[in-house]
């Protein structure tokens, strides 16, 4: 018989991280720093968790133990596929956060870029190379 409190445990808790994991997305989609930082820590803490939890005997479902003695954490239990559902949707919200992110970081560099080169133009077009005002034609 699986260890069904310890199964129960881990869905708990993957449910938990999908939830923070949606509300992330929301946070990165509103960019609410704040709240991010707070969503951050809850999530790095469930995923902490949820290791902690994983029994070592229980891999991706290809590695079937060979001792029968090892039944309570059987890889082929229904519930530890629902478990590793679970996780597999956490990790493609996890991926969907990571893209929002890096496109966010994209833009701000490319406007950072802007502004910089800009200004950078714009200084040179204003002063002369003594660093006197240059005089409209």
């Not at 939890?53 to 229904?78: F, H, I, M, R, Y």
Request: with cysteine.
């Amino acid at each position: 018989m699986p260890n069904v409190t310890l199964i129960r445990e881990i869905l708990t808790l993957g449910n938990q991280l999908k939830s923070t994991l949606d509300e992330e997305f929301i946070a990165l989609s509103e960019k609410n720093l704040d709240h991010l930082e707070s969503v951050q820590i809850r999530k790095v803490s469930l995923l902490e968790s949820i290791q902690a939890q994983w029994p070592q005997d229980v891999g991706t479902g290809a590695e079937a133990s060979a001792d029968s003695d090892l039944k309570t954490n059987d890889p082929s239990d229904p519930l530890w596929d629902e478990a590793r559902s679970l996780l597999n949707e956490c990790k493609e919200a996890h991926i969907r956060n990571d893209l929002l992110l890096k496109r966010q970081l994209e833009v701000v560099r490319t406007v950072l870029s802007s502004l910089t080169q800009r200004s950078a133009d714009n200084h040179s077009a204003l002063y002369d190379k003594m660093g006197r005002m240059r005089r409209k034609r």
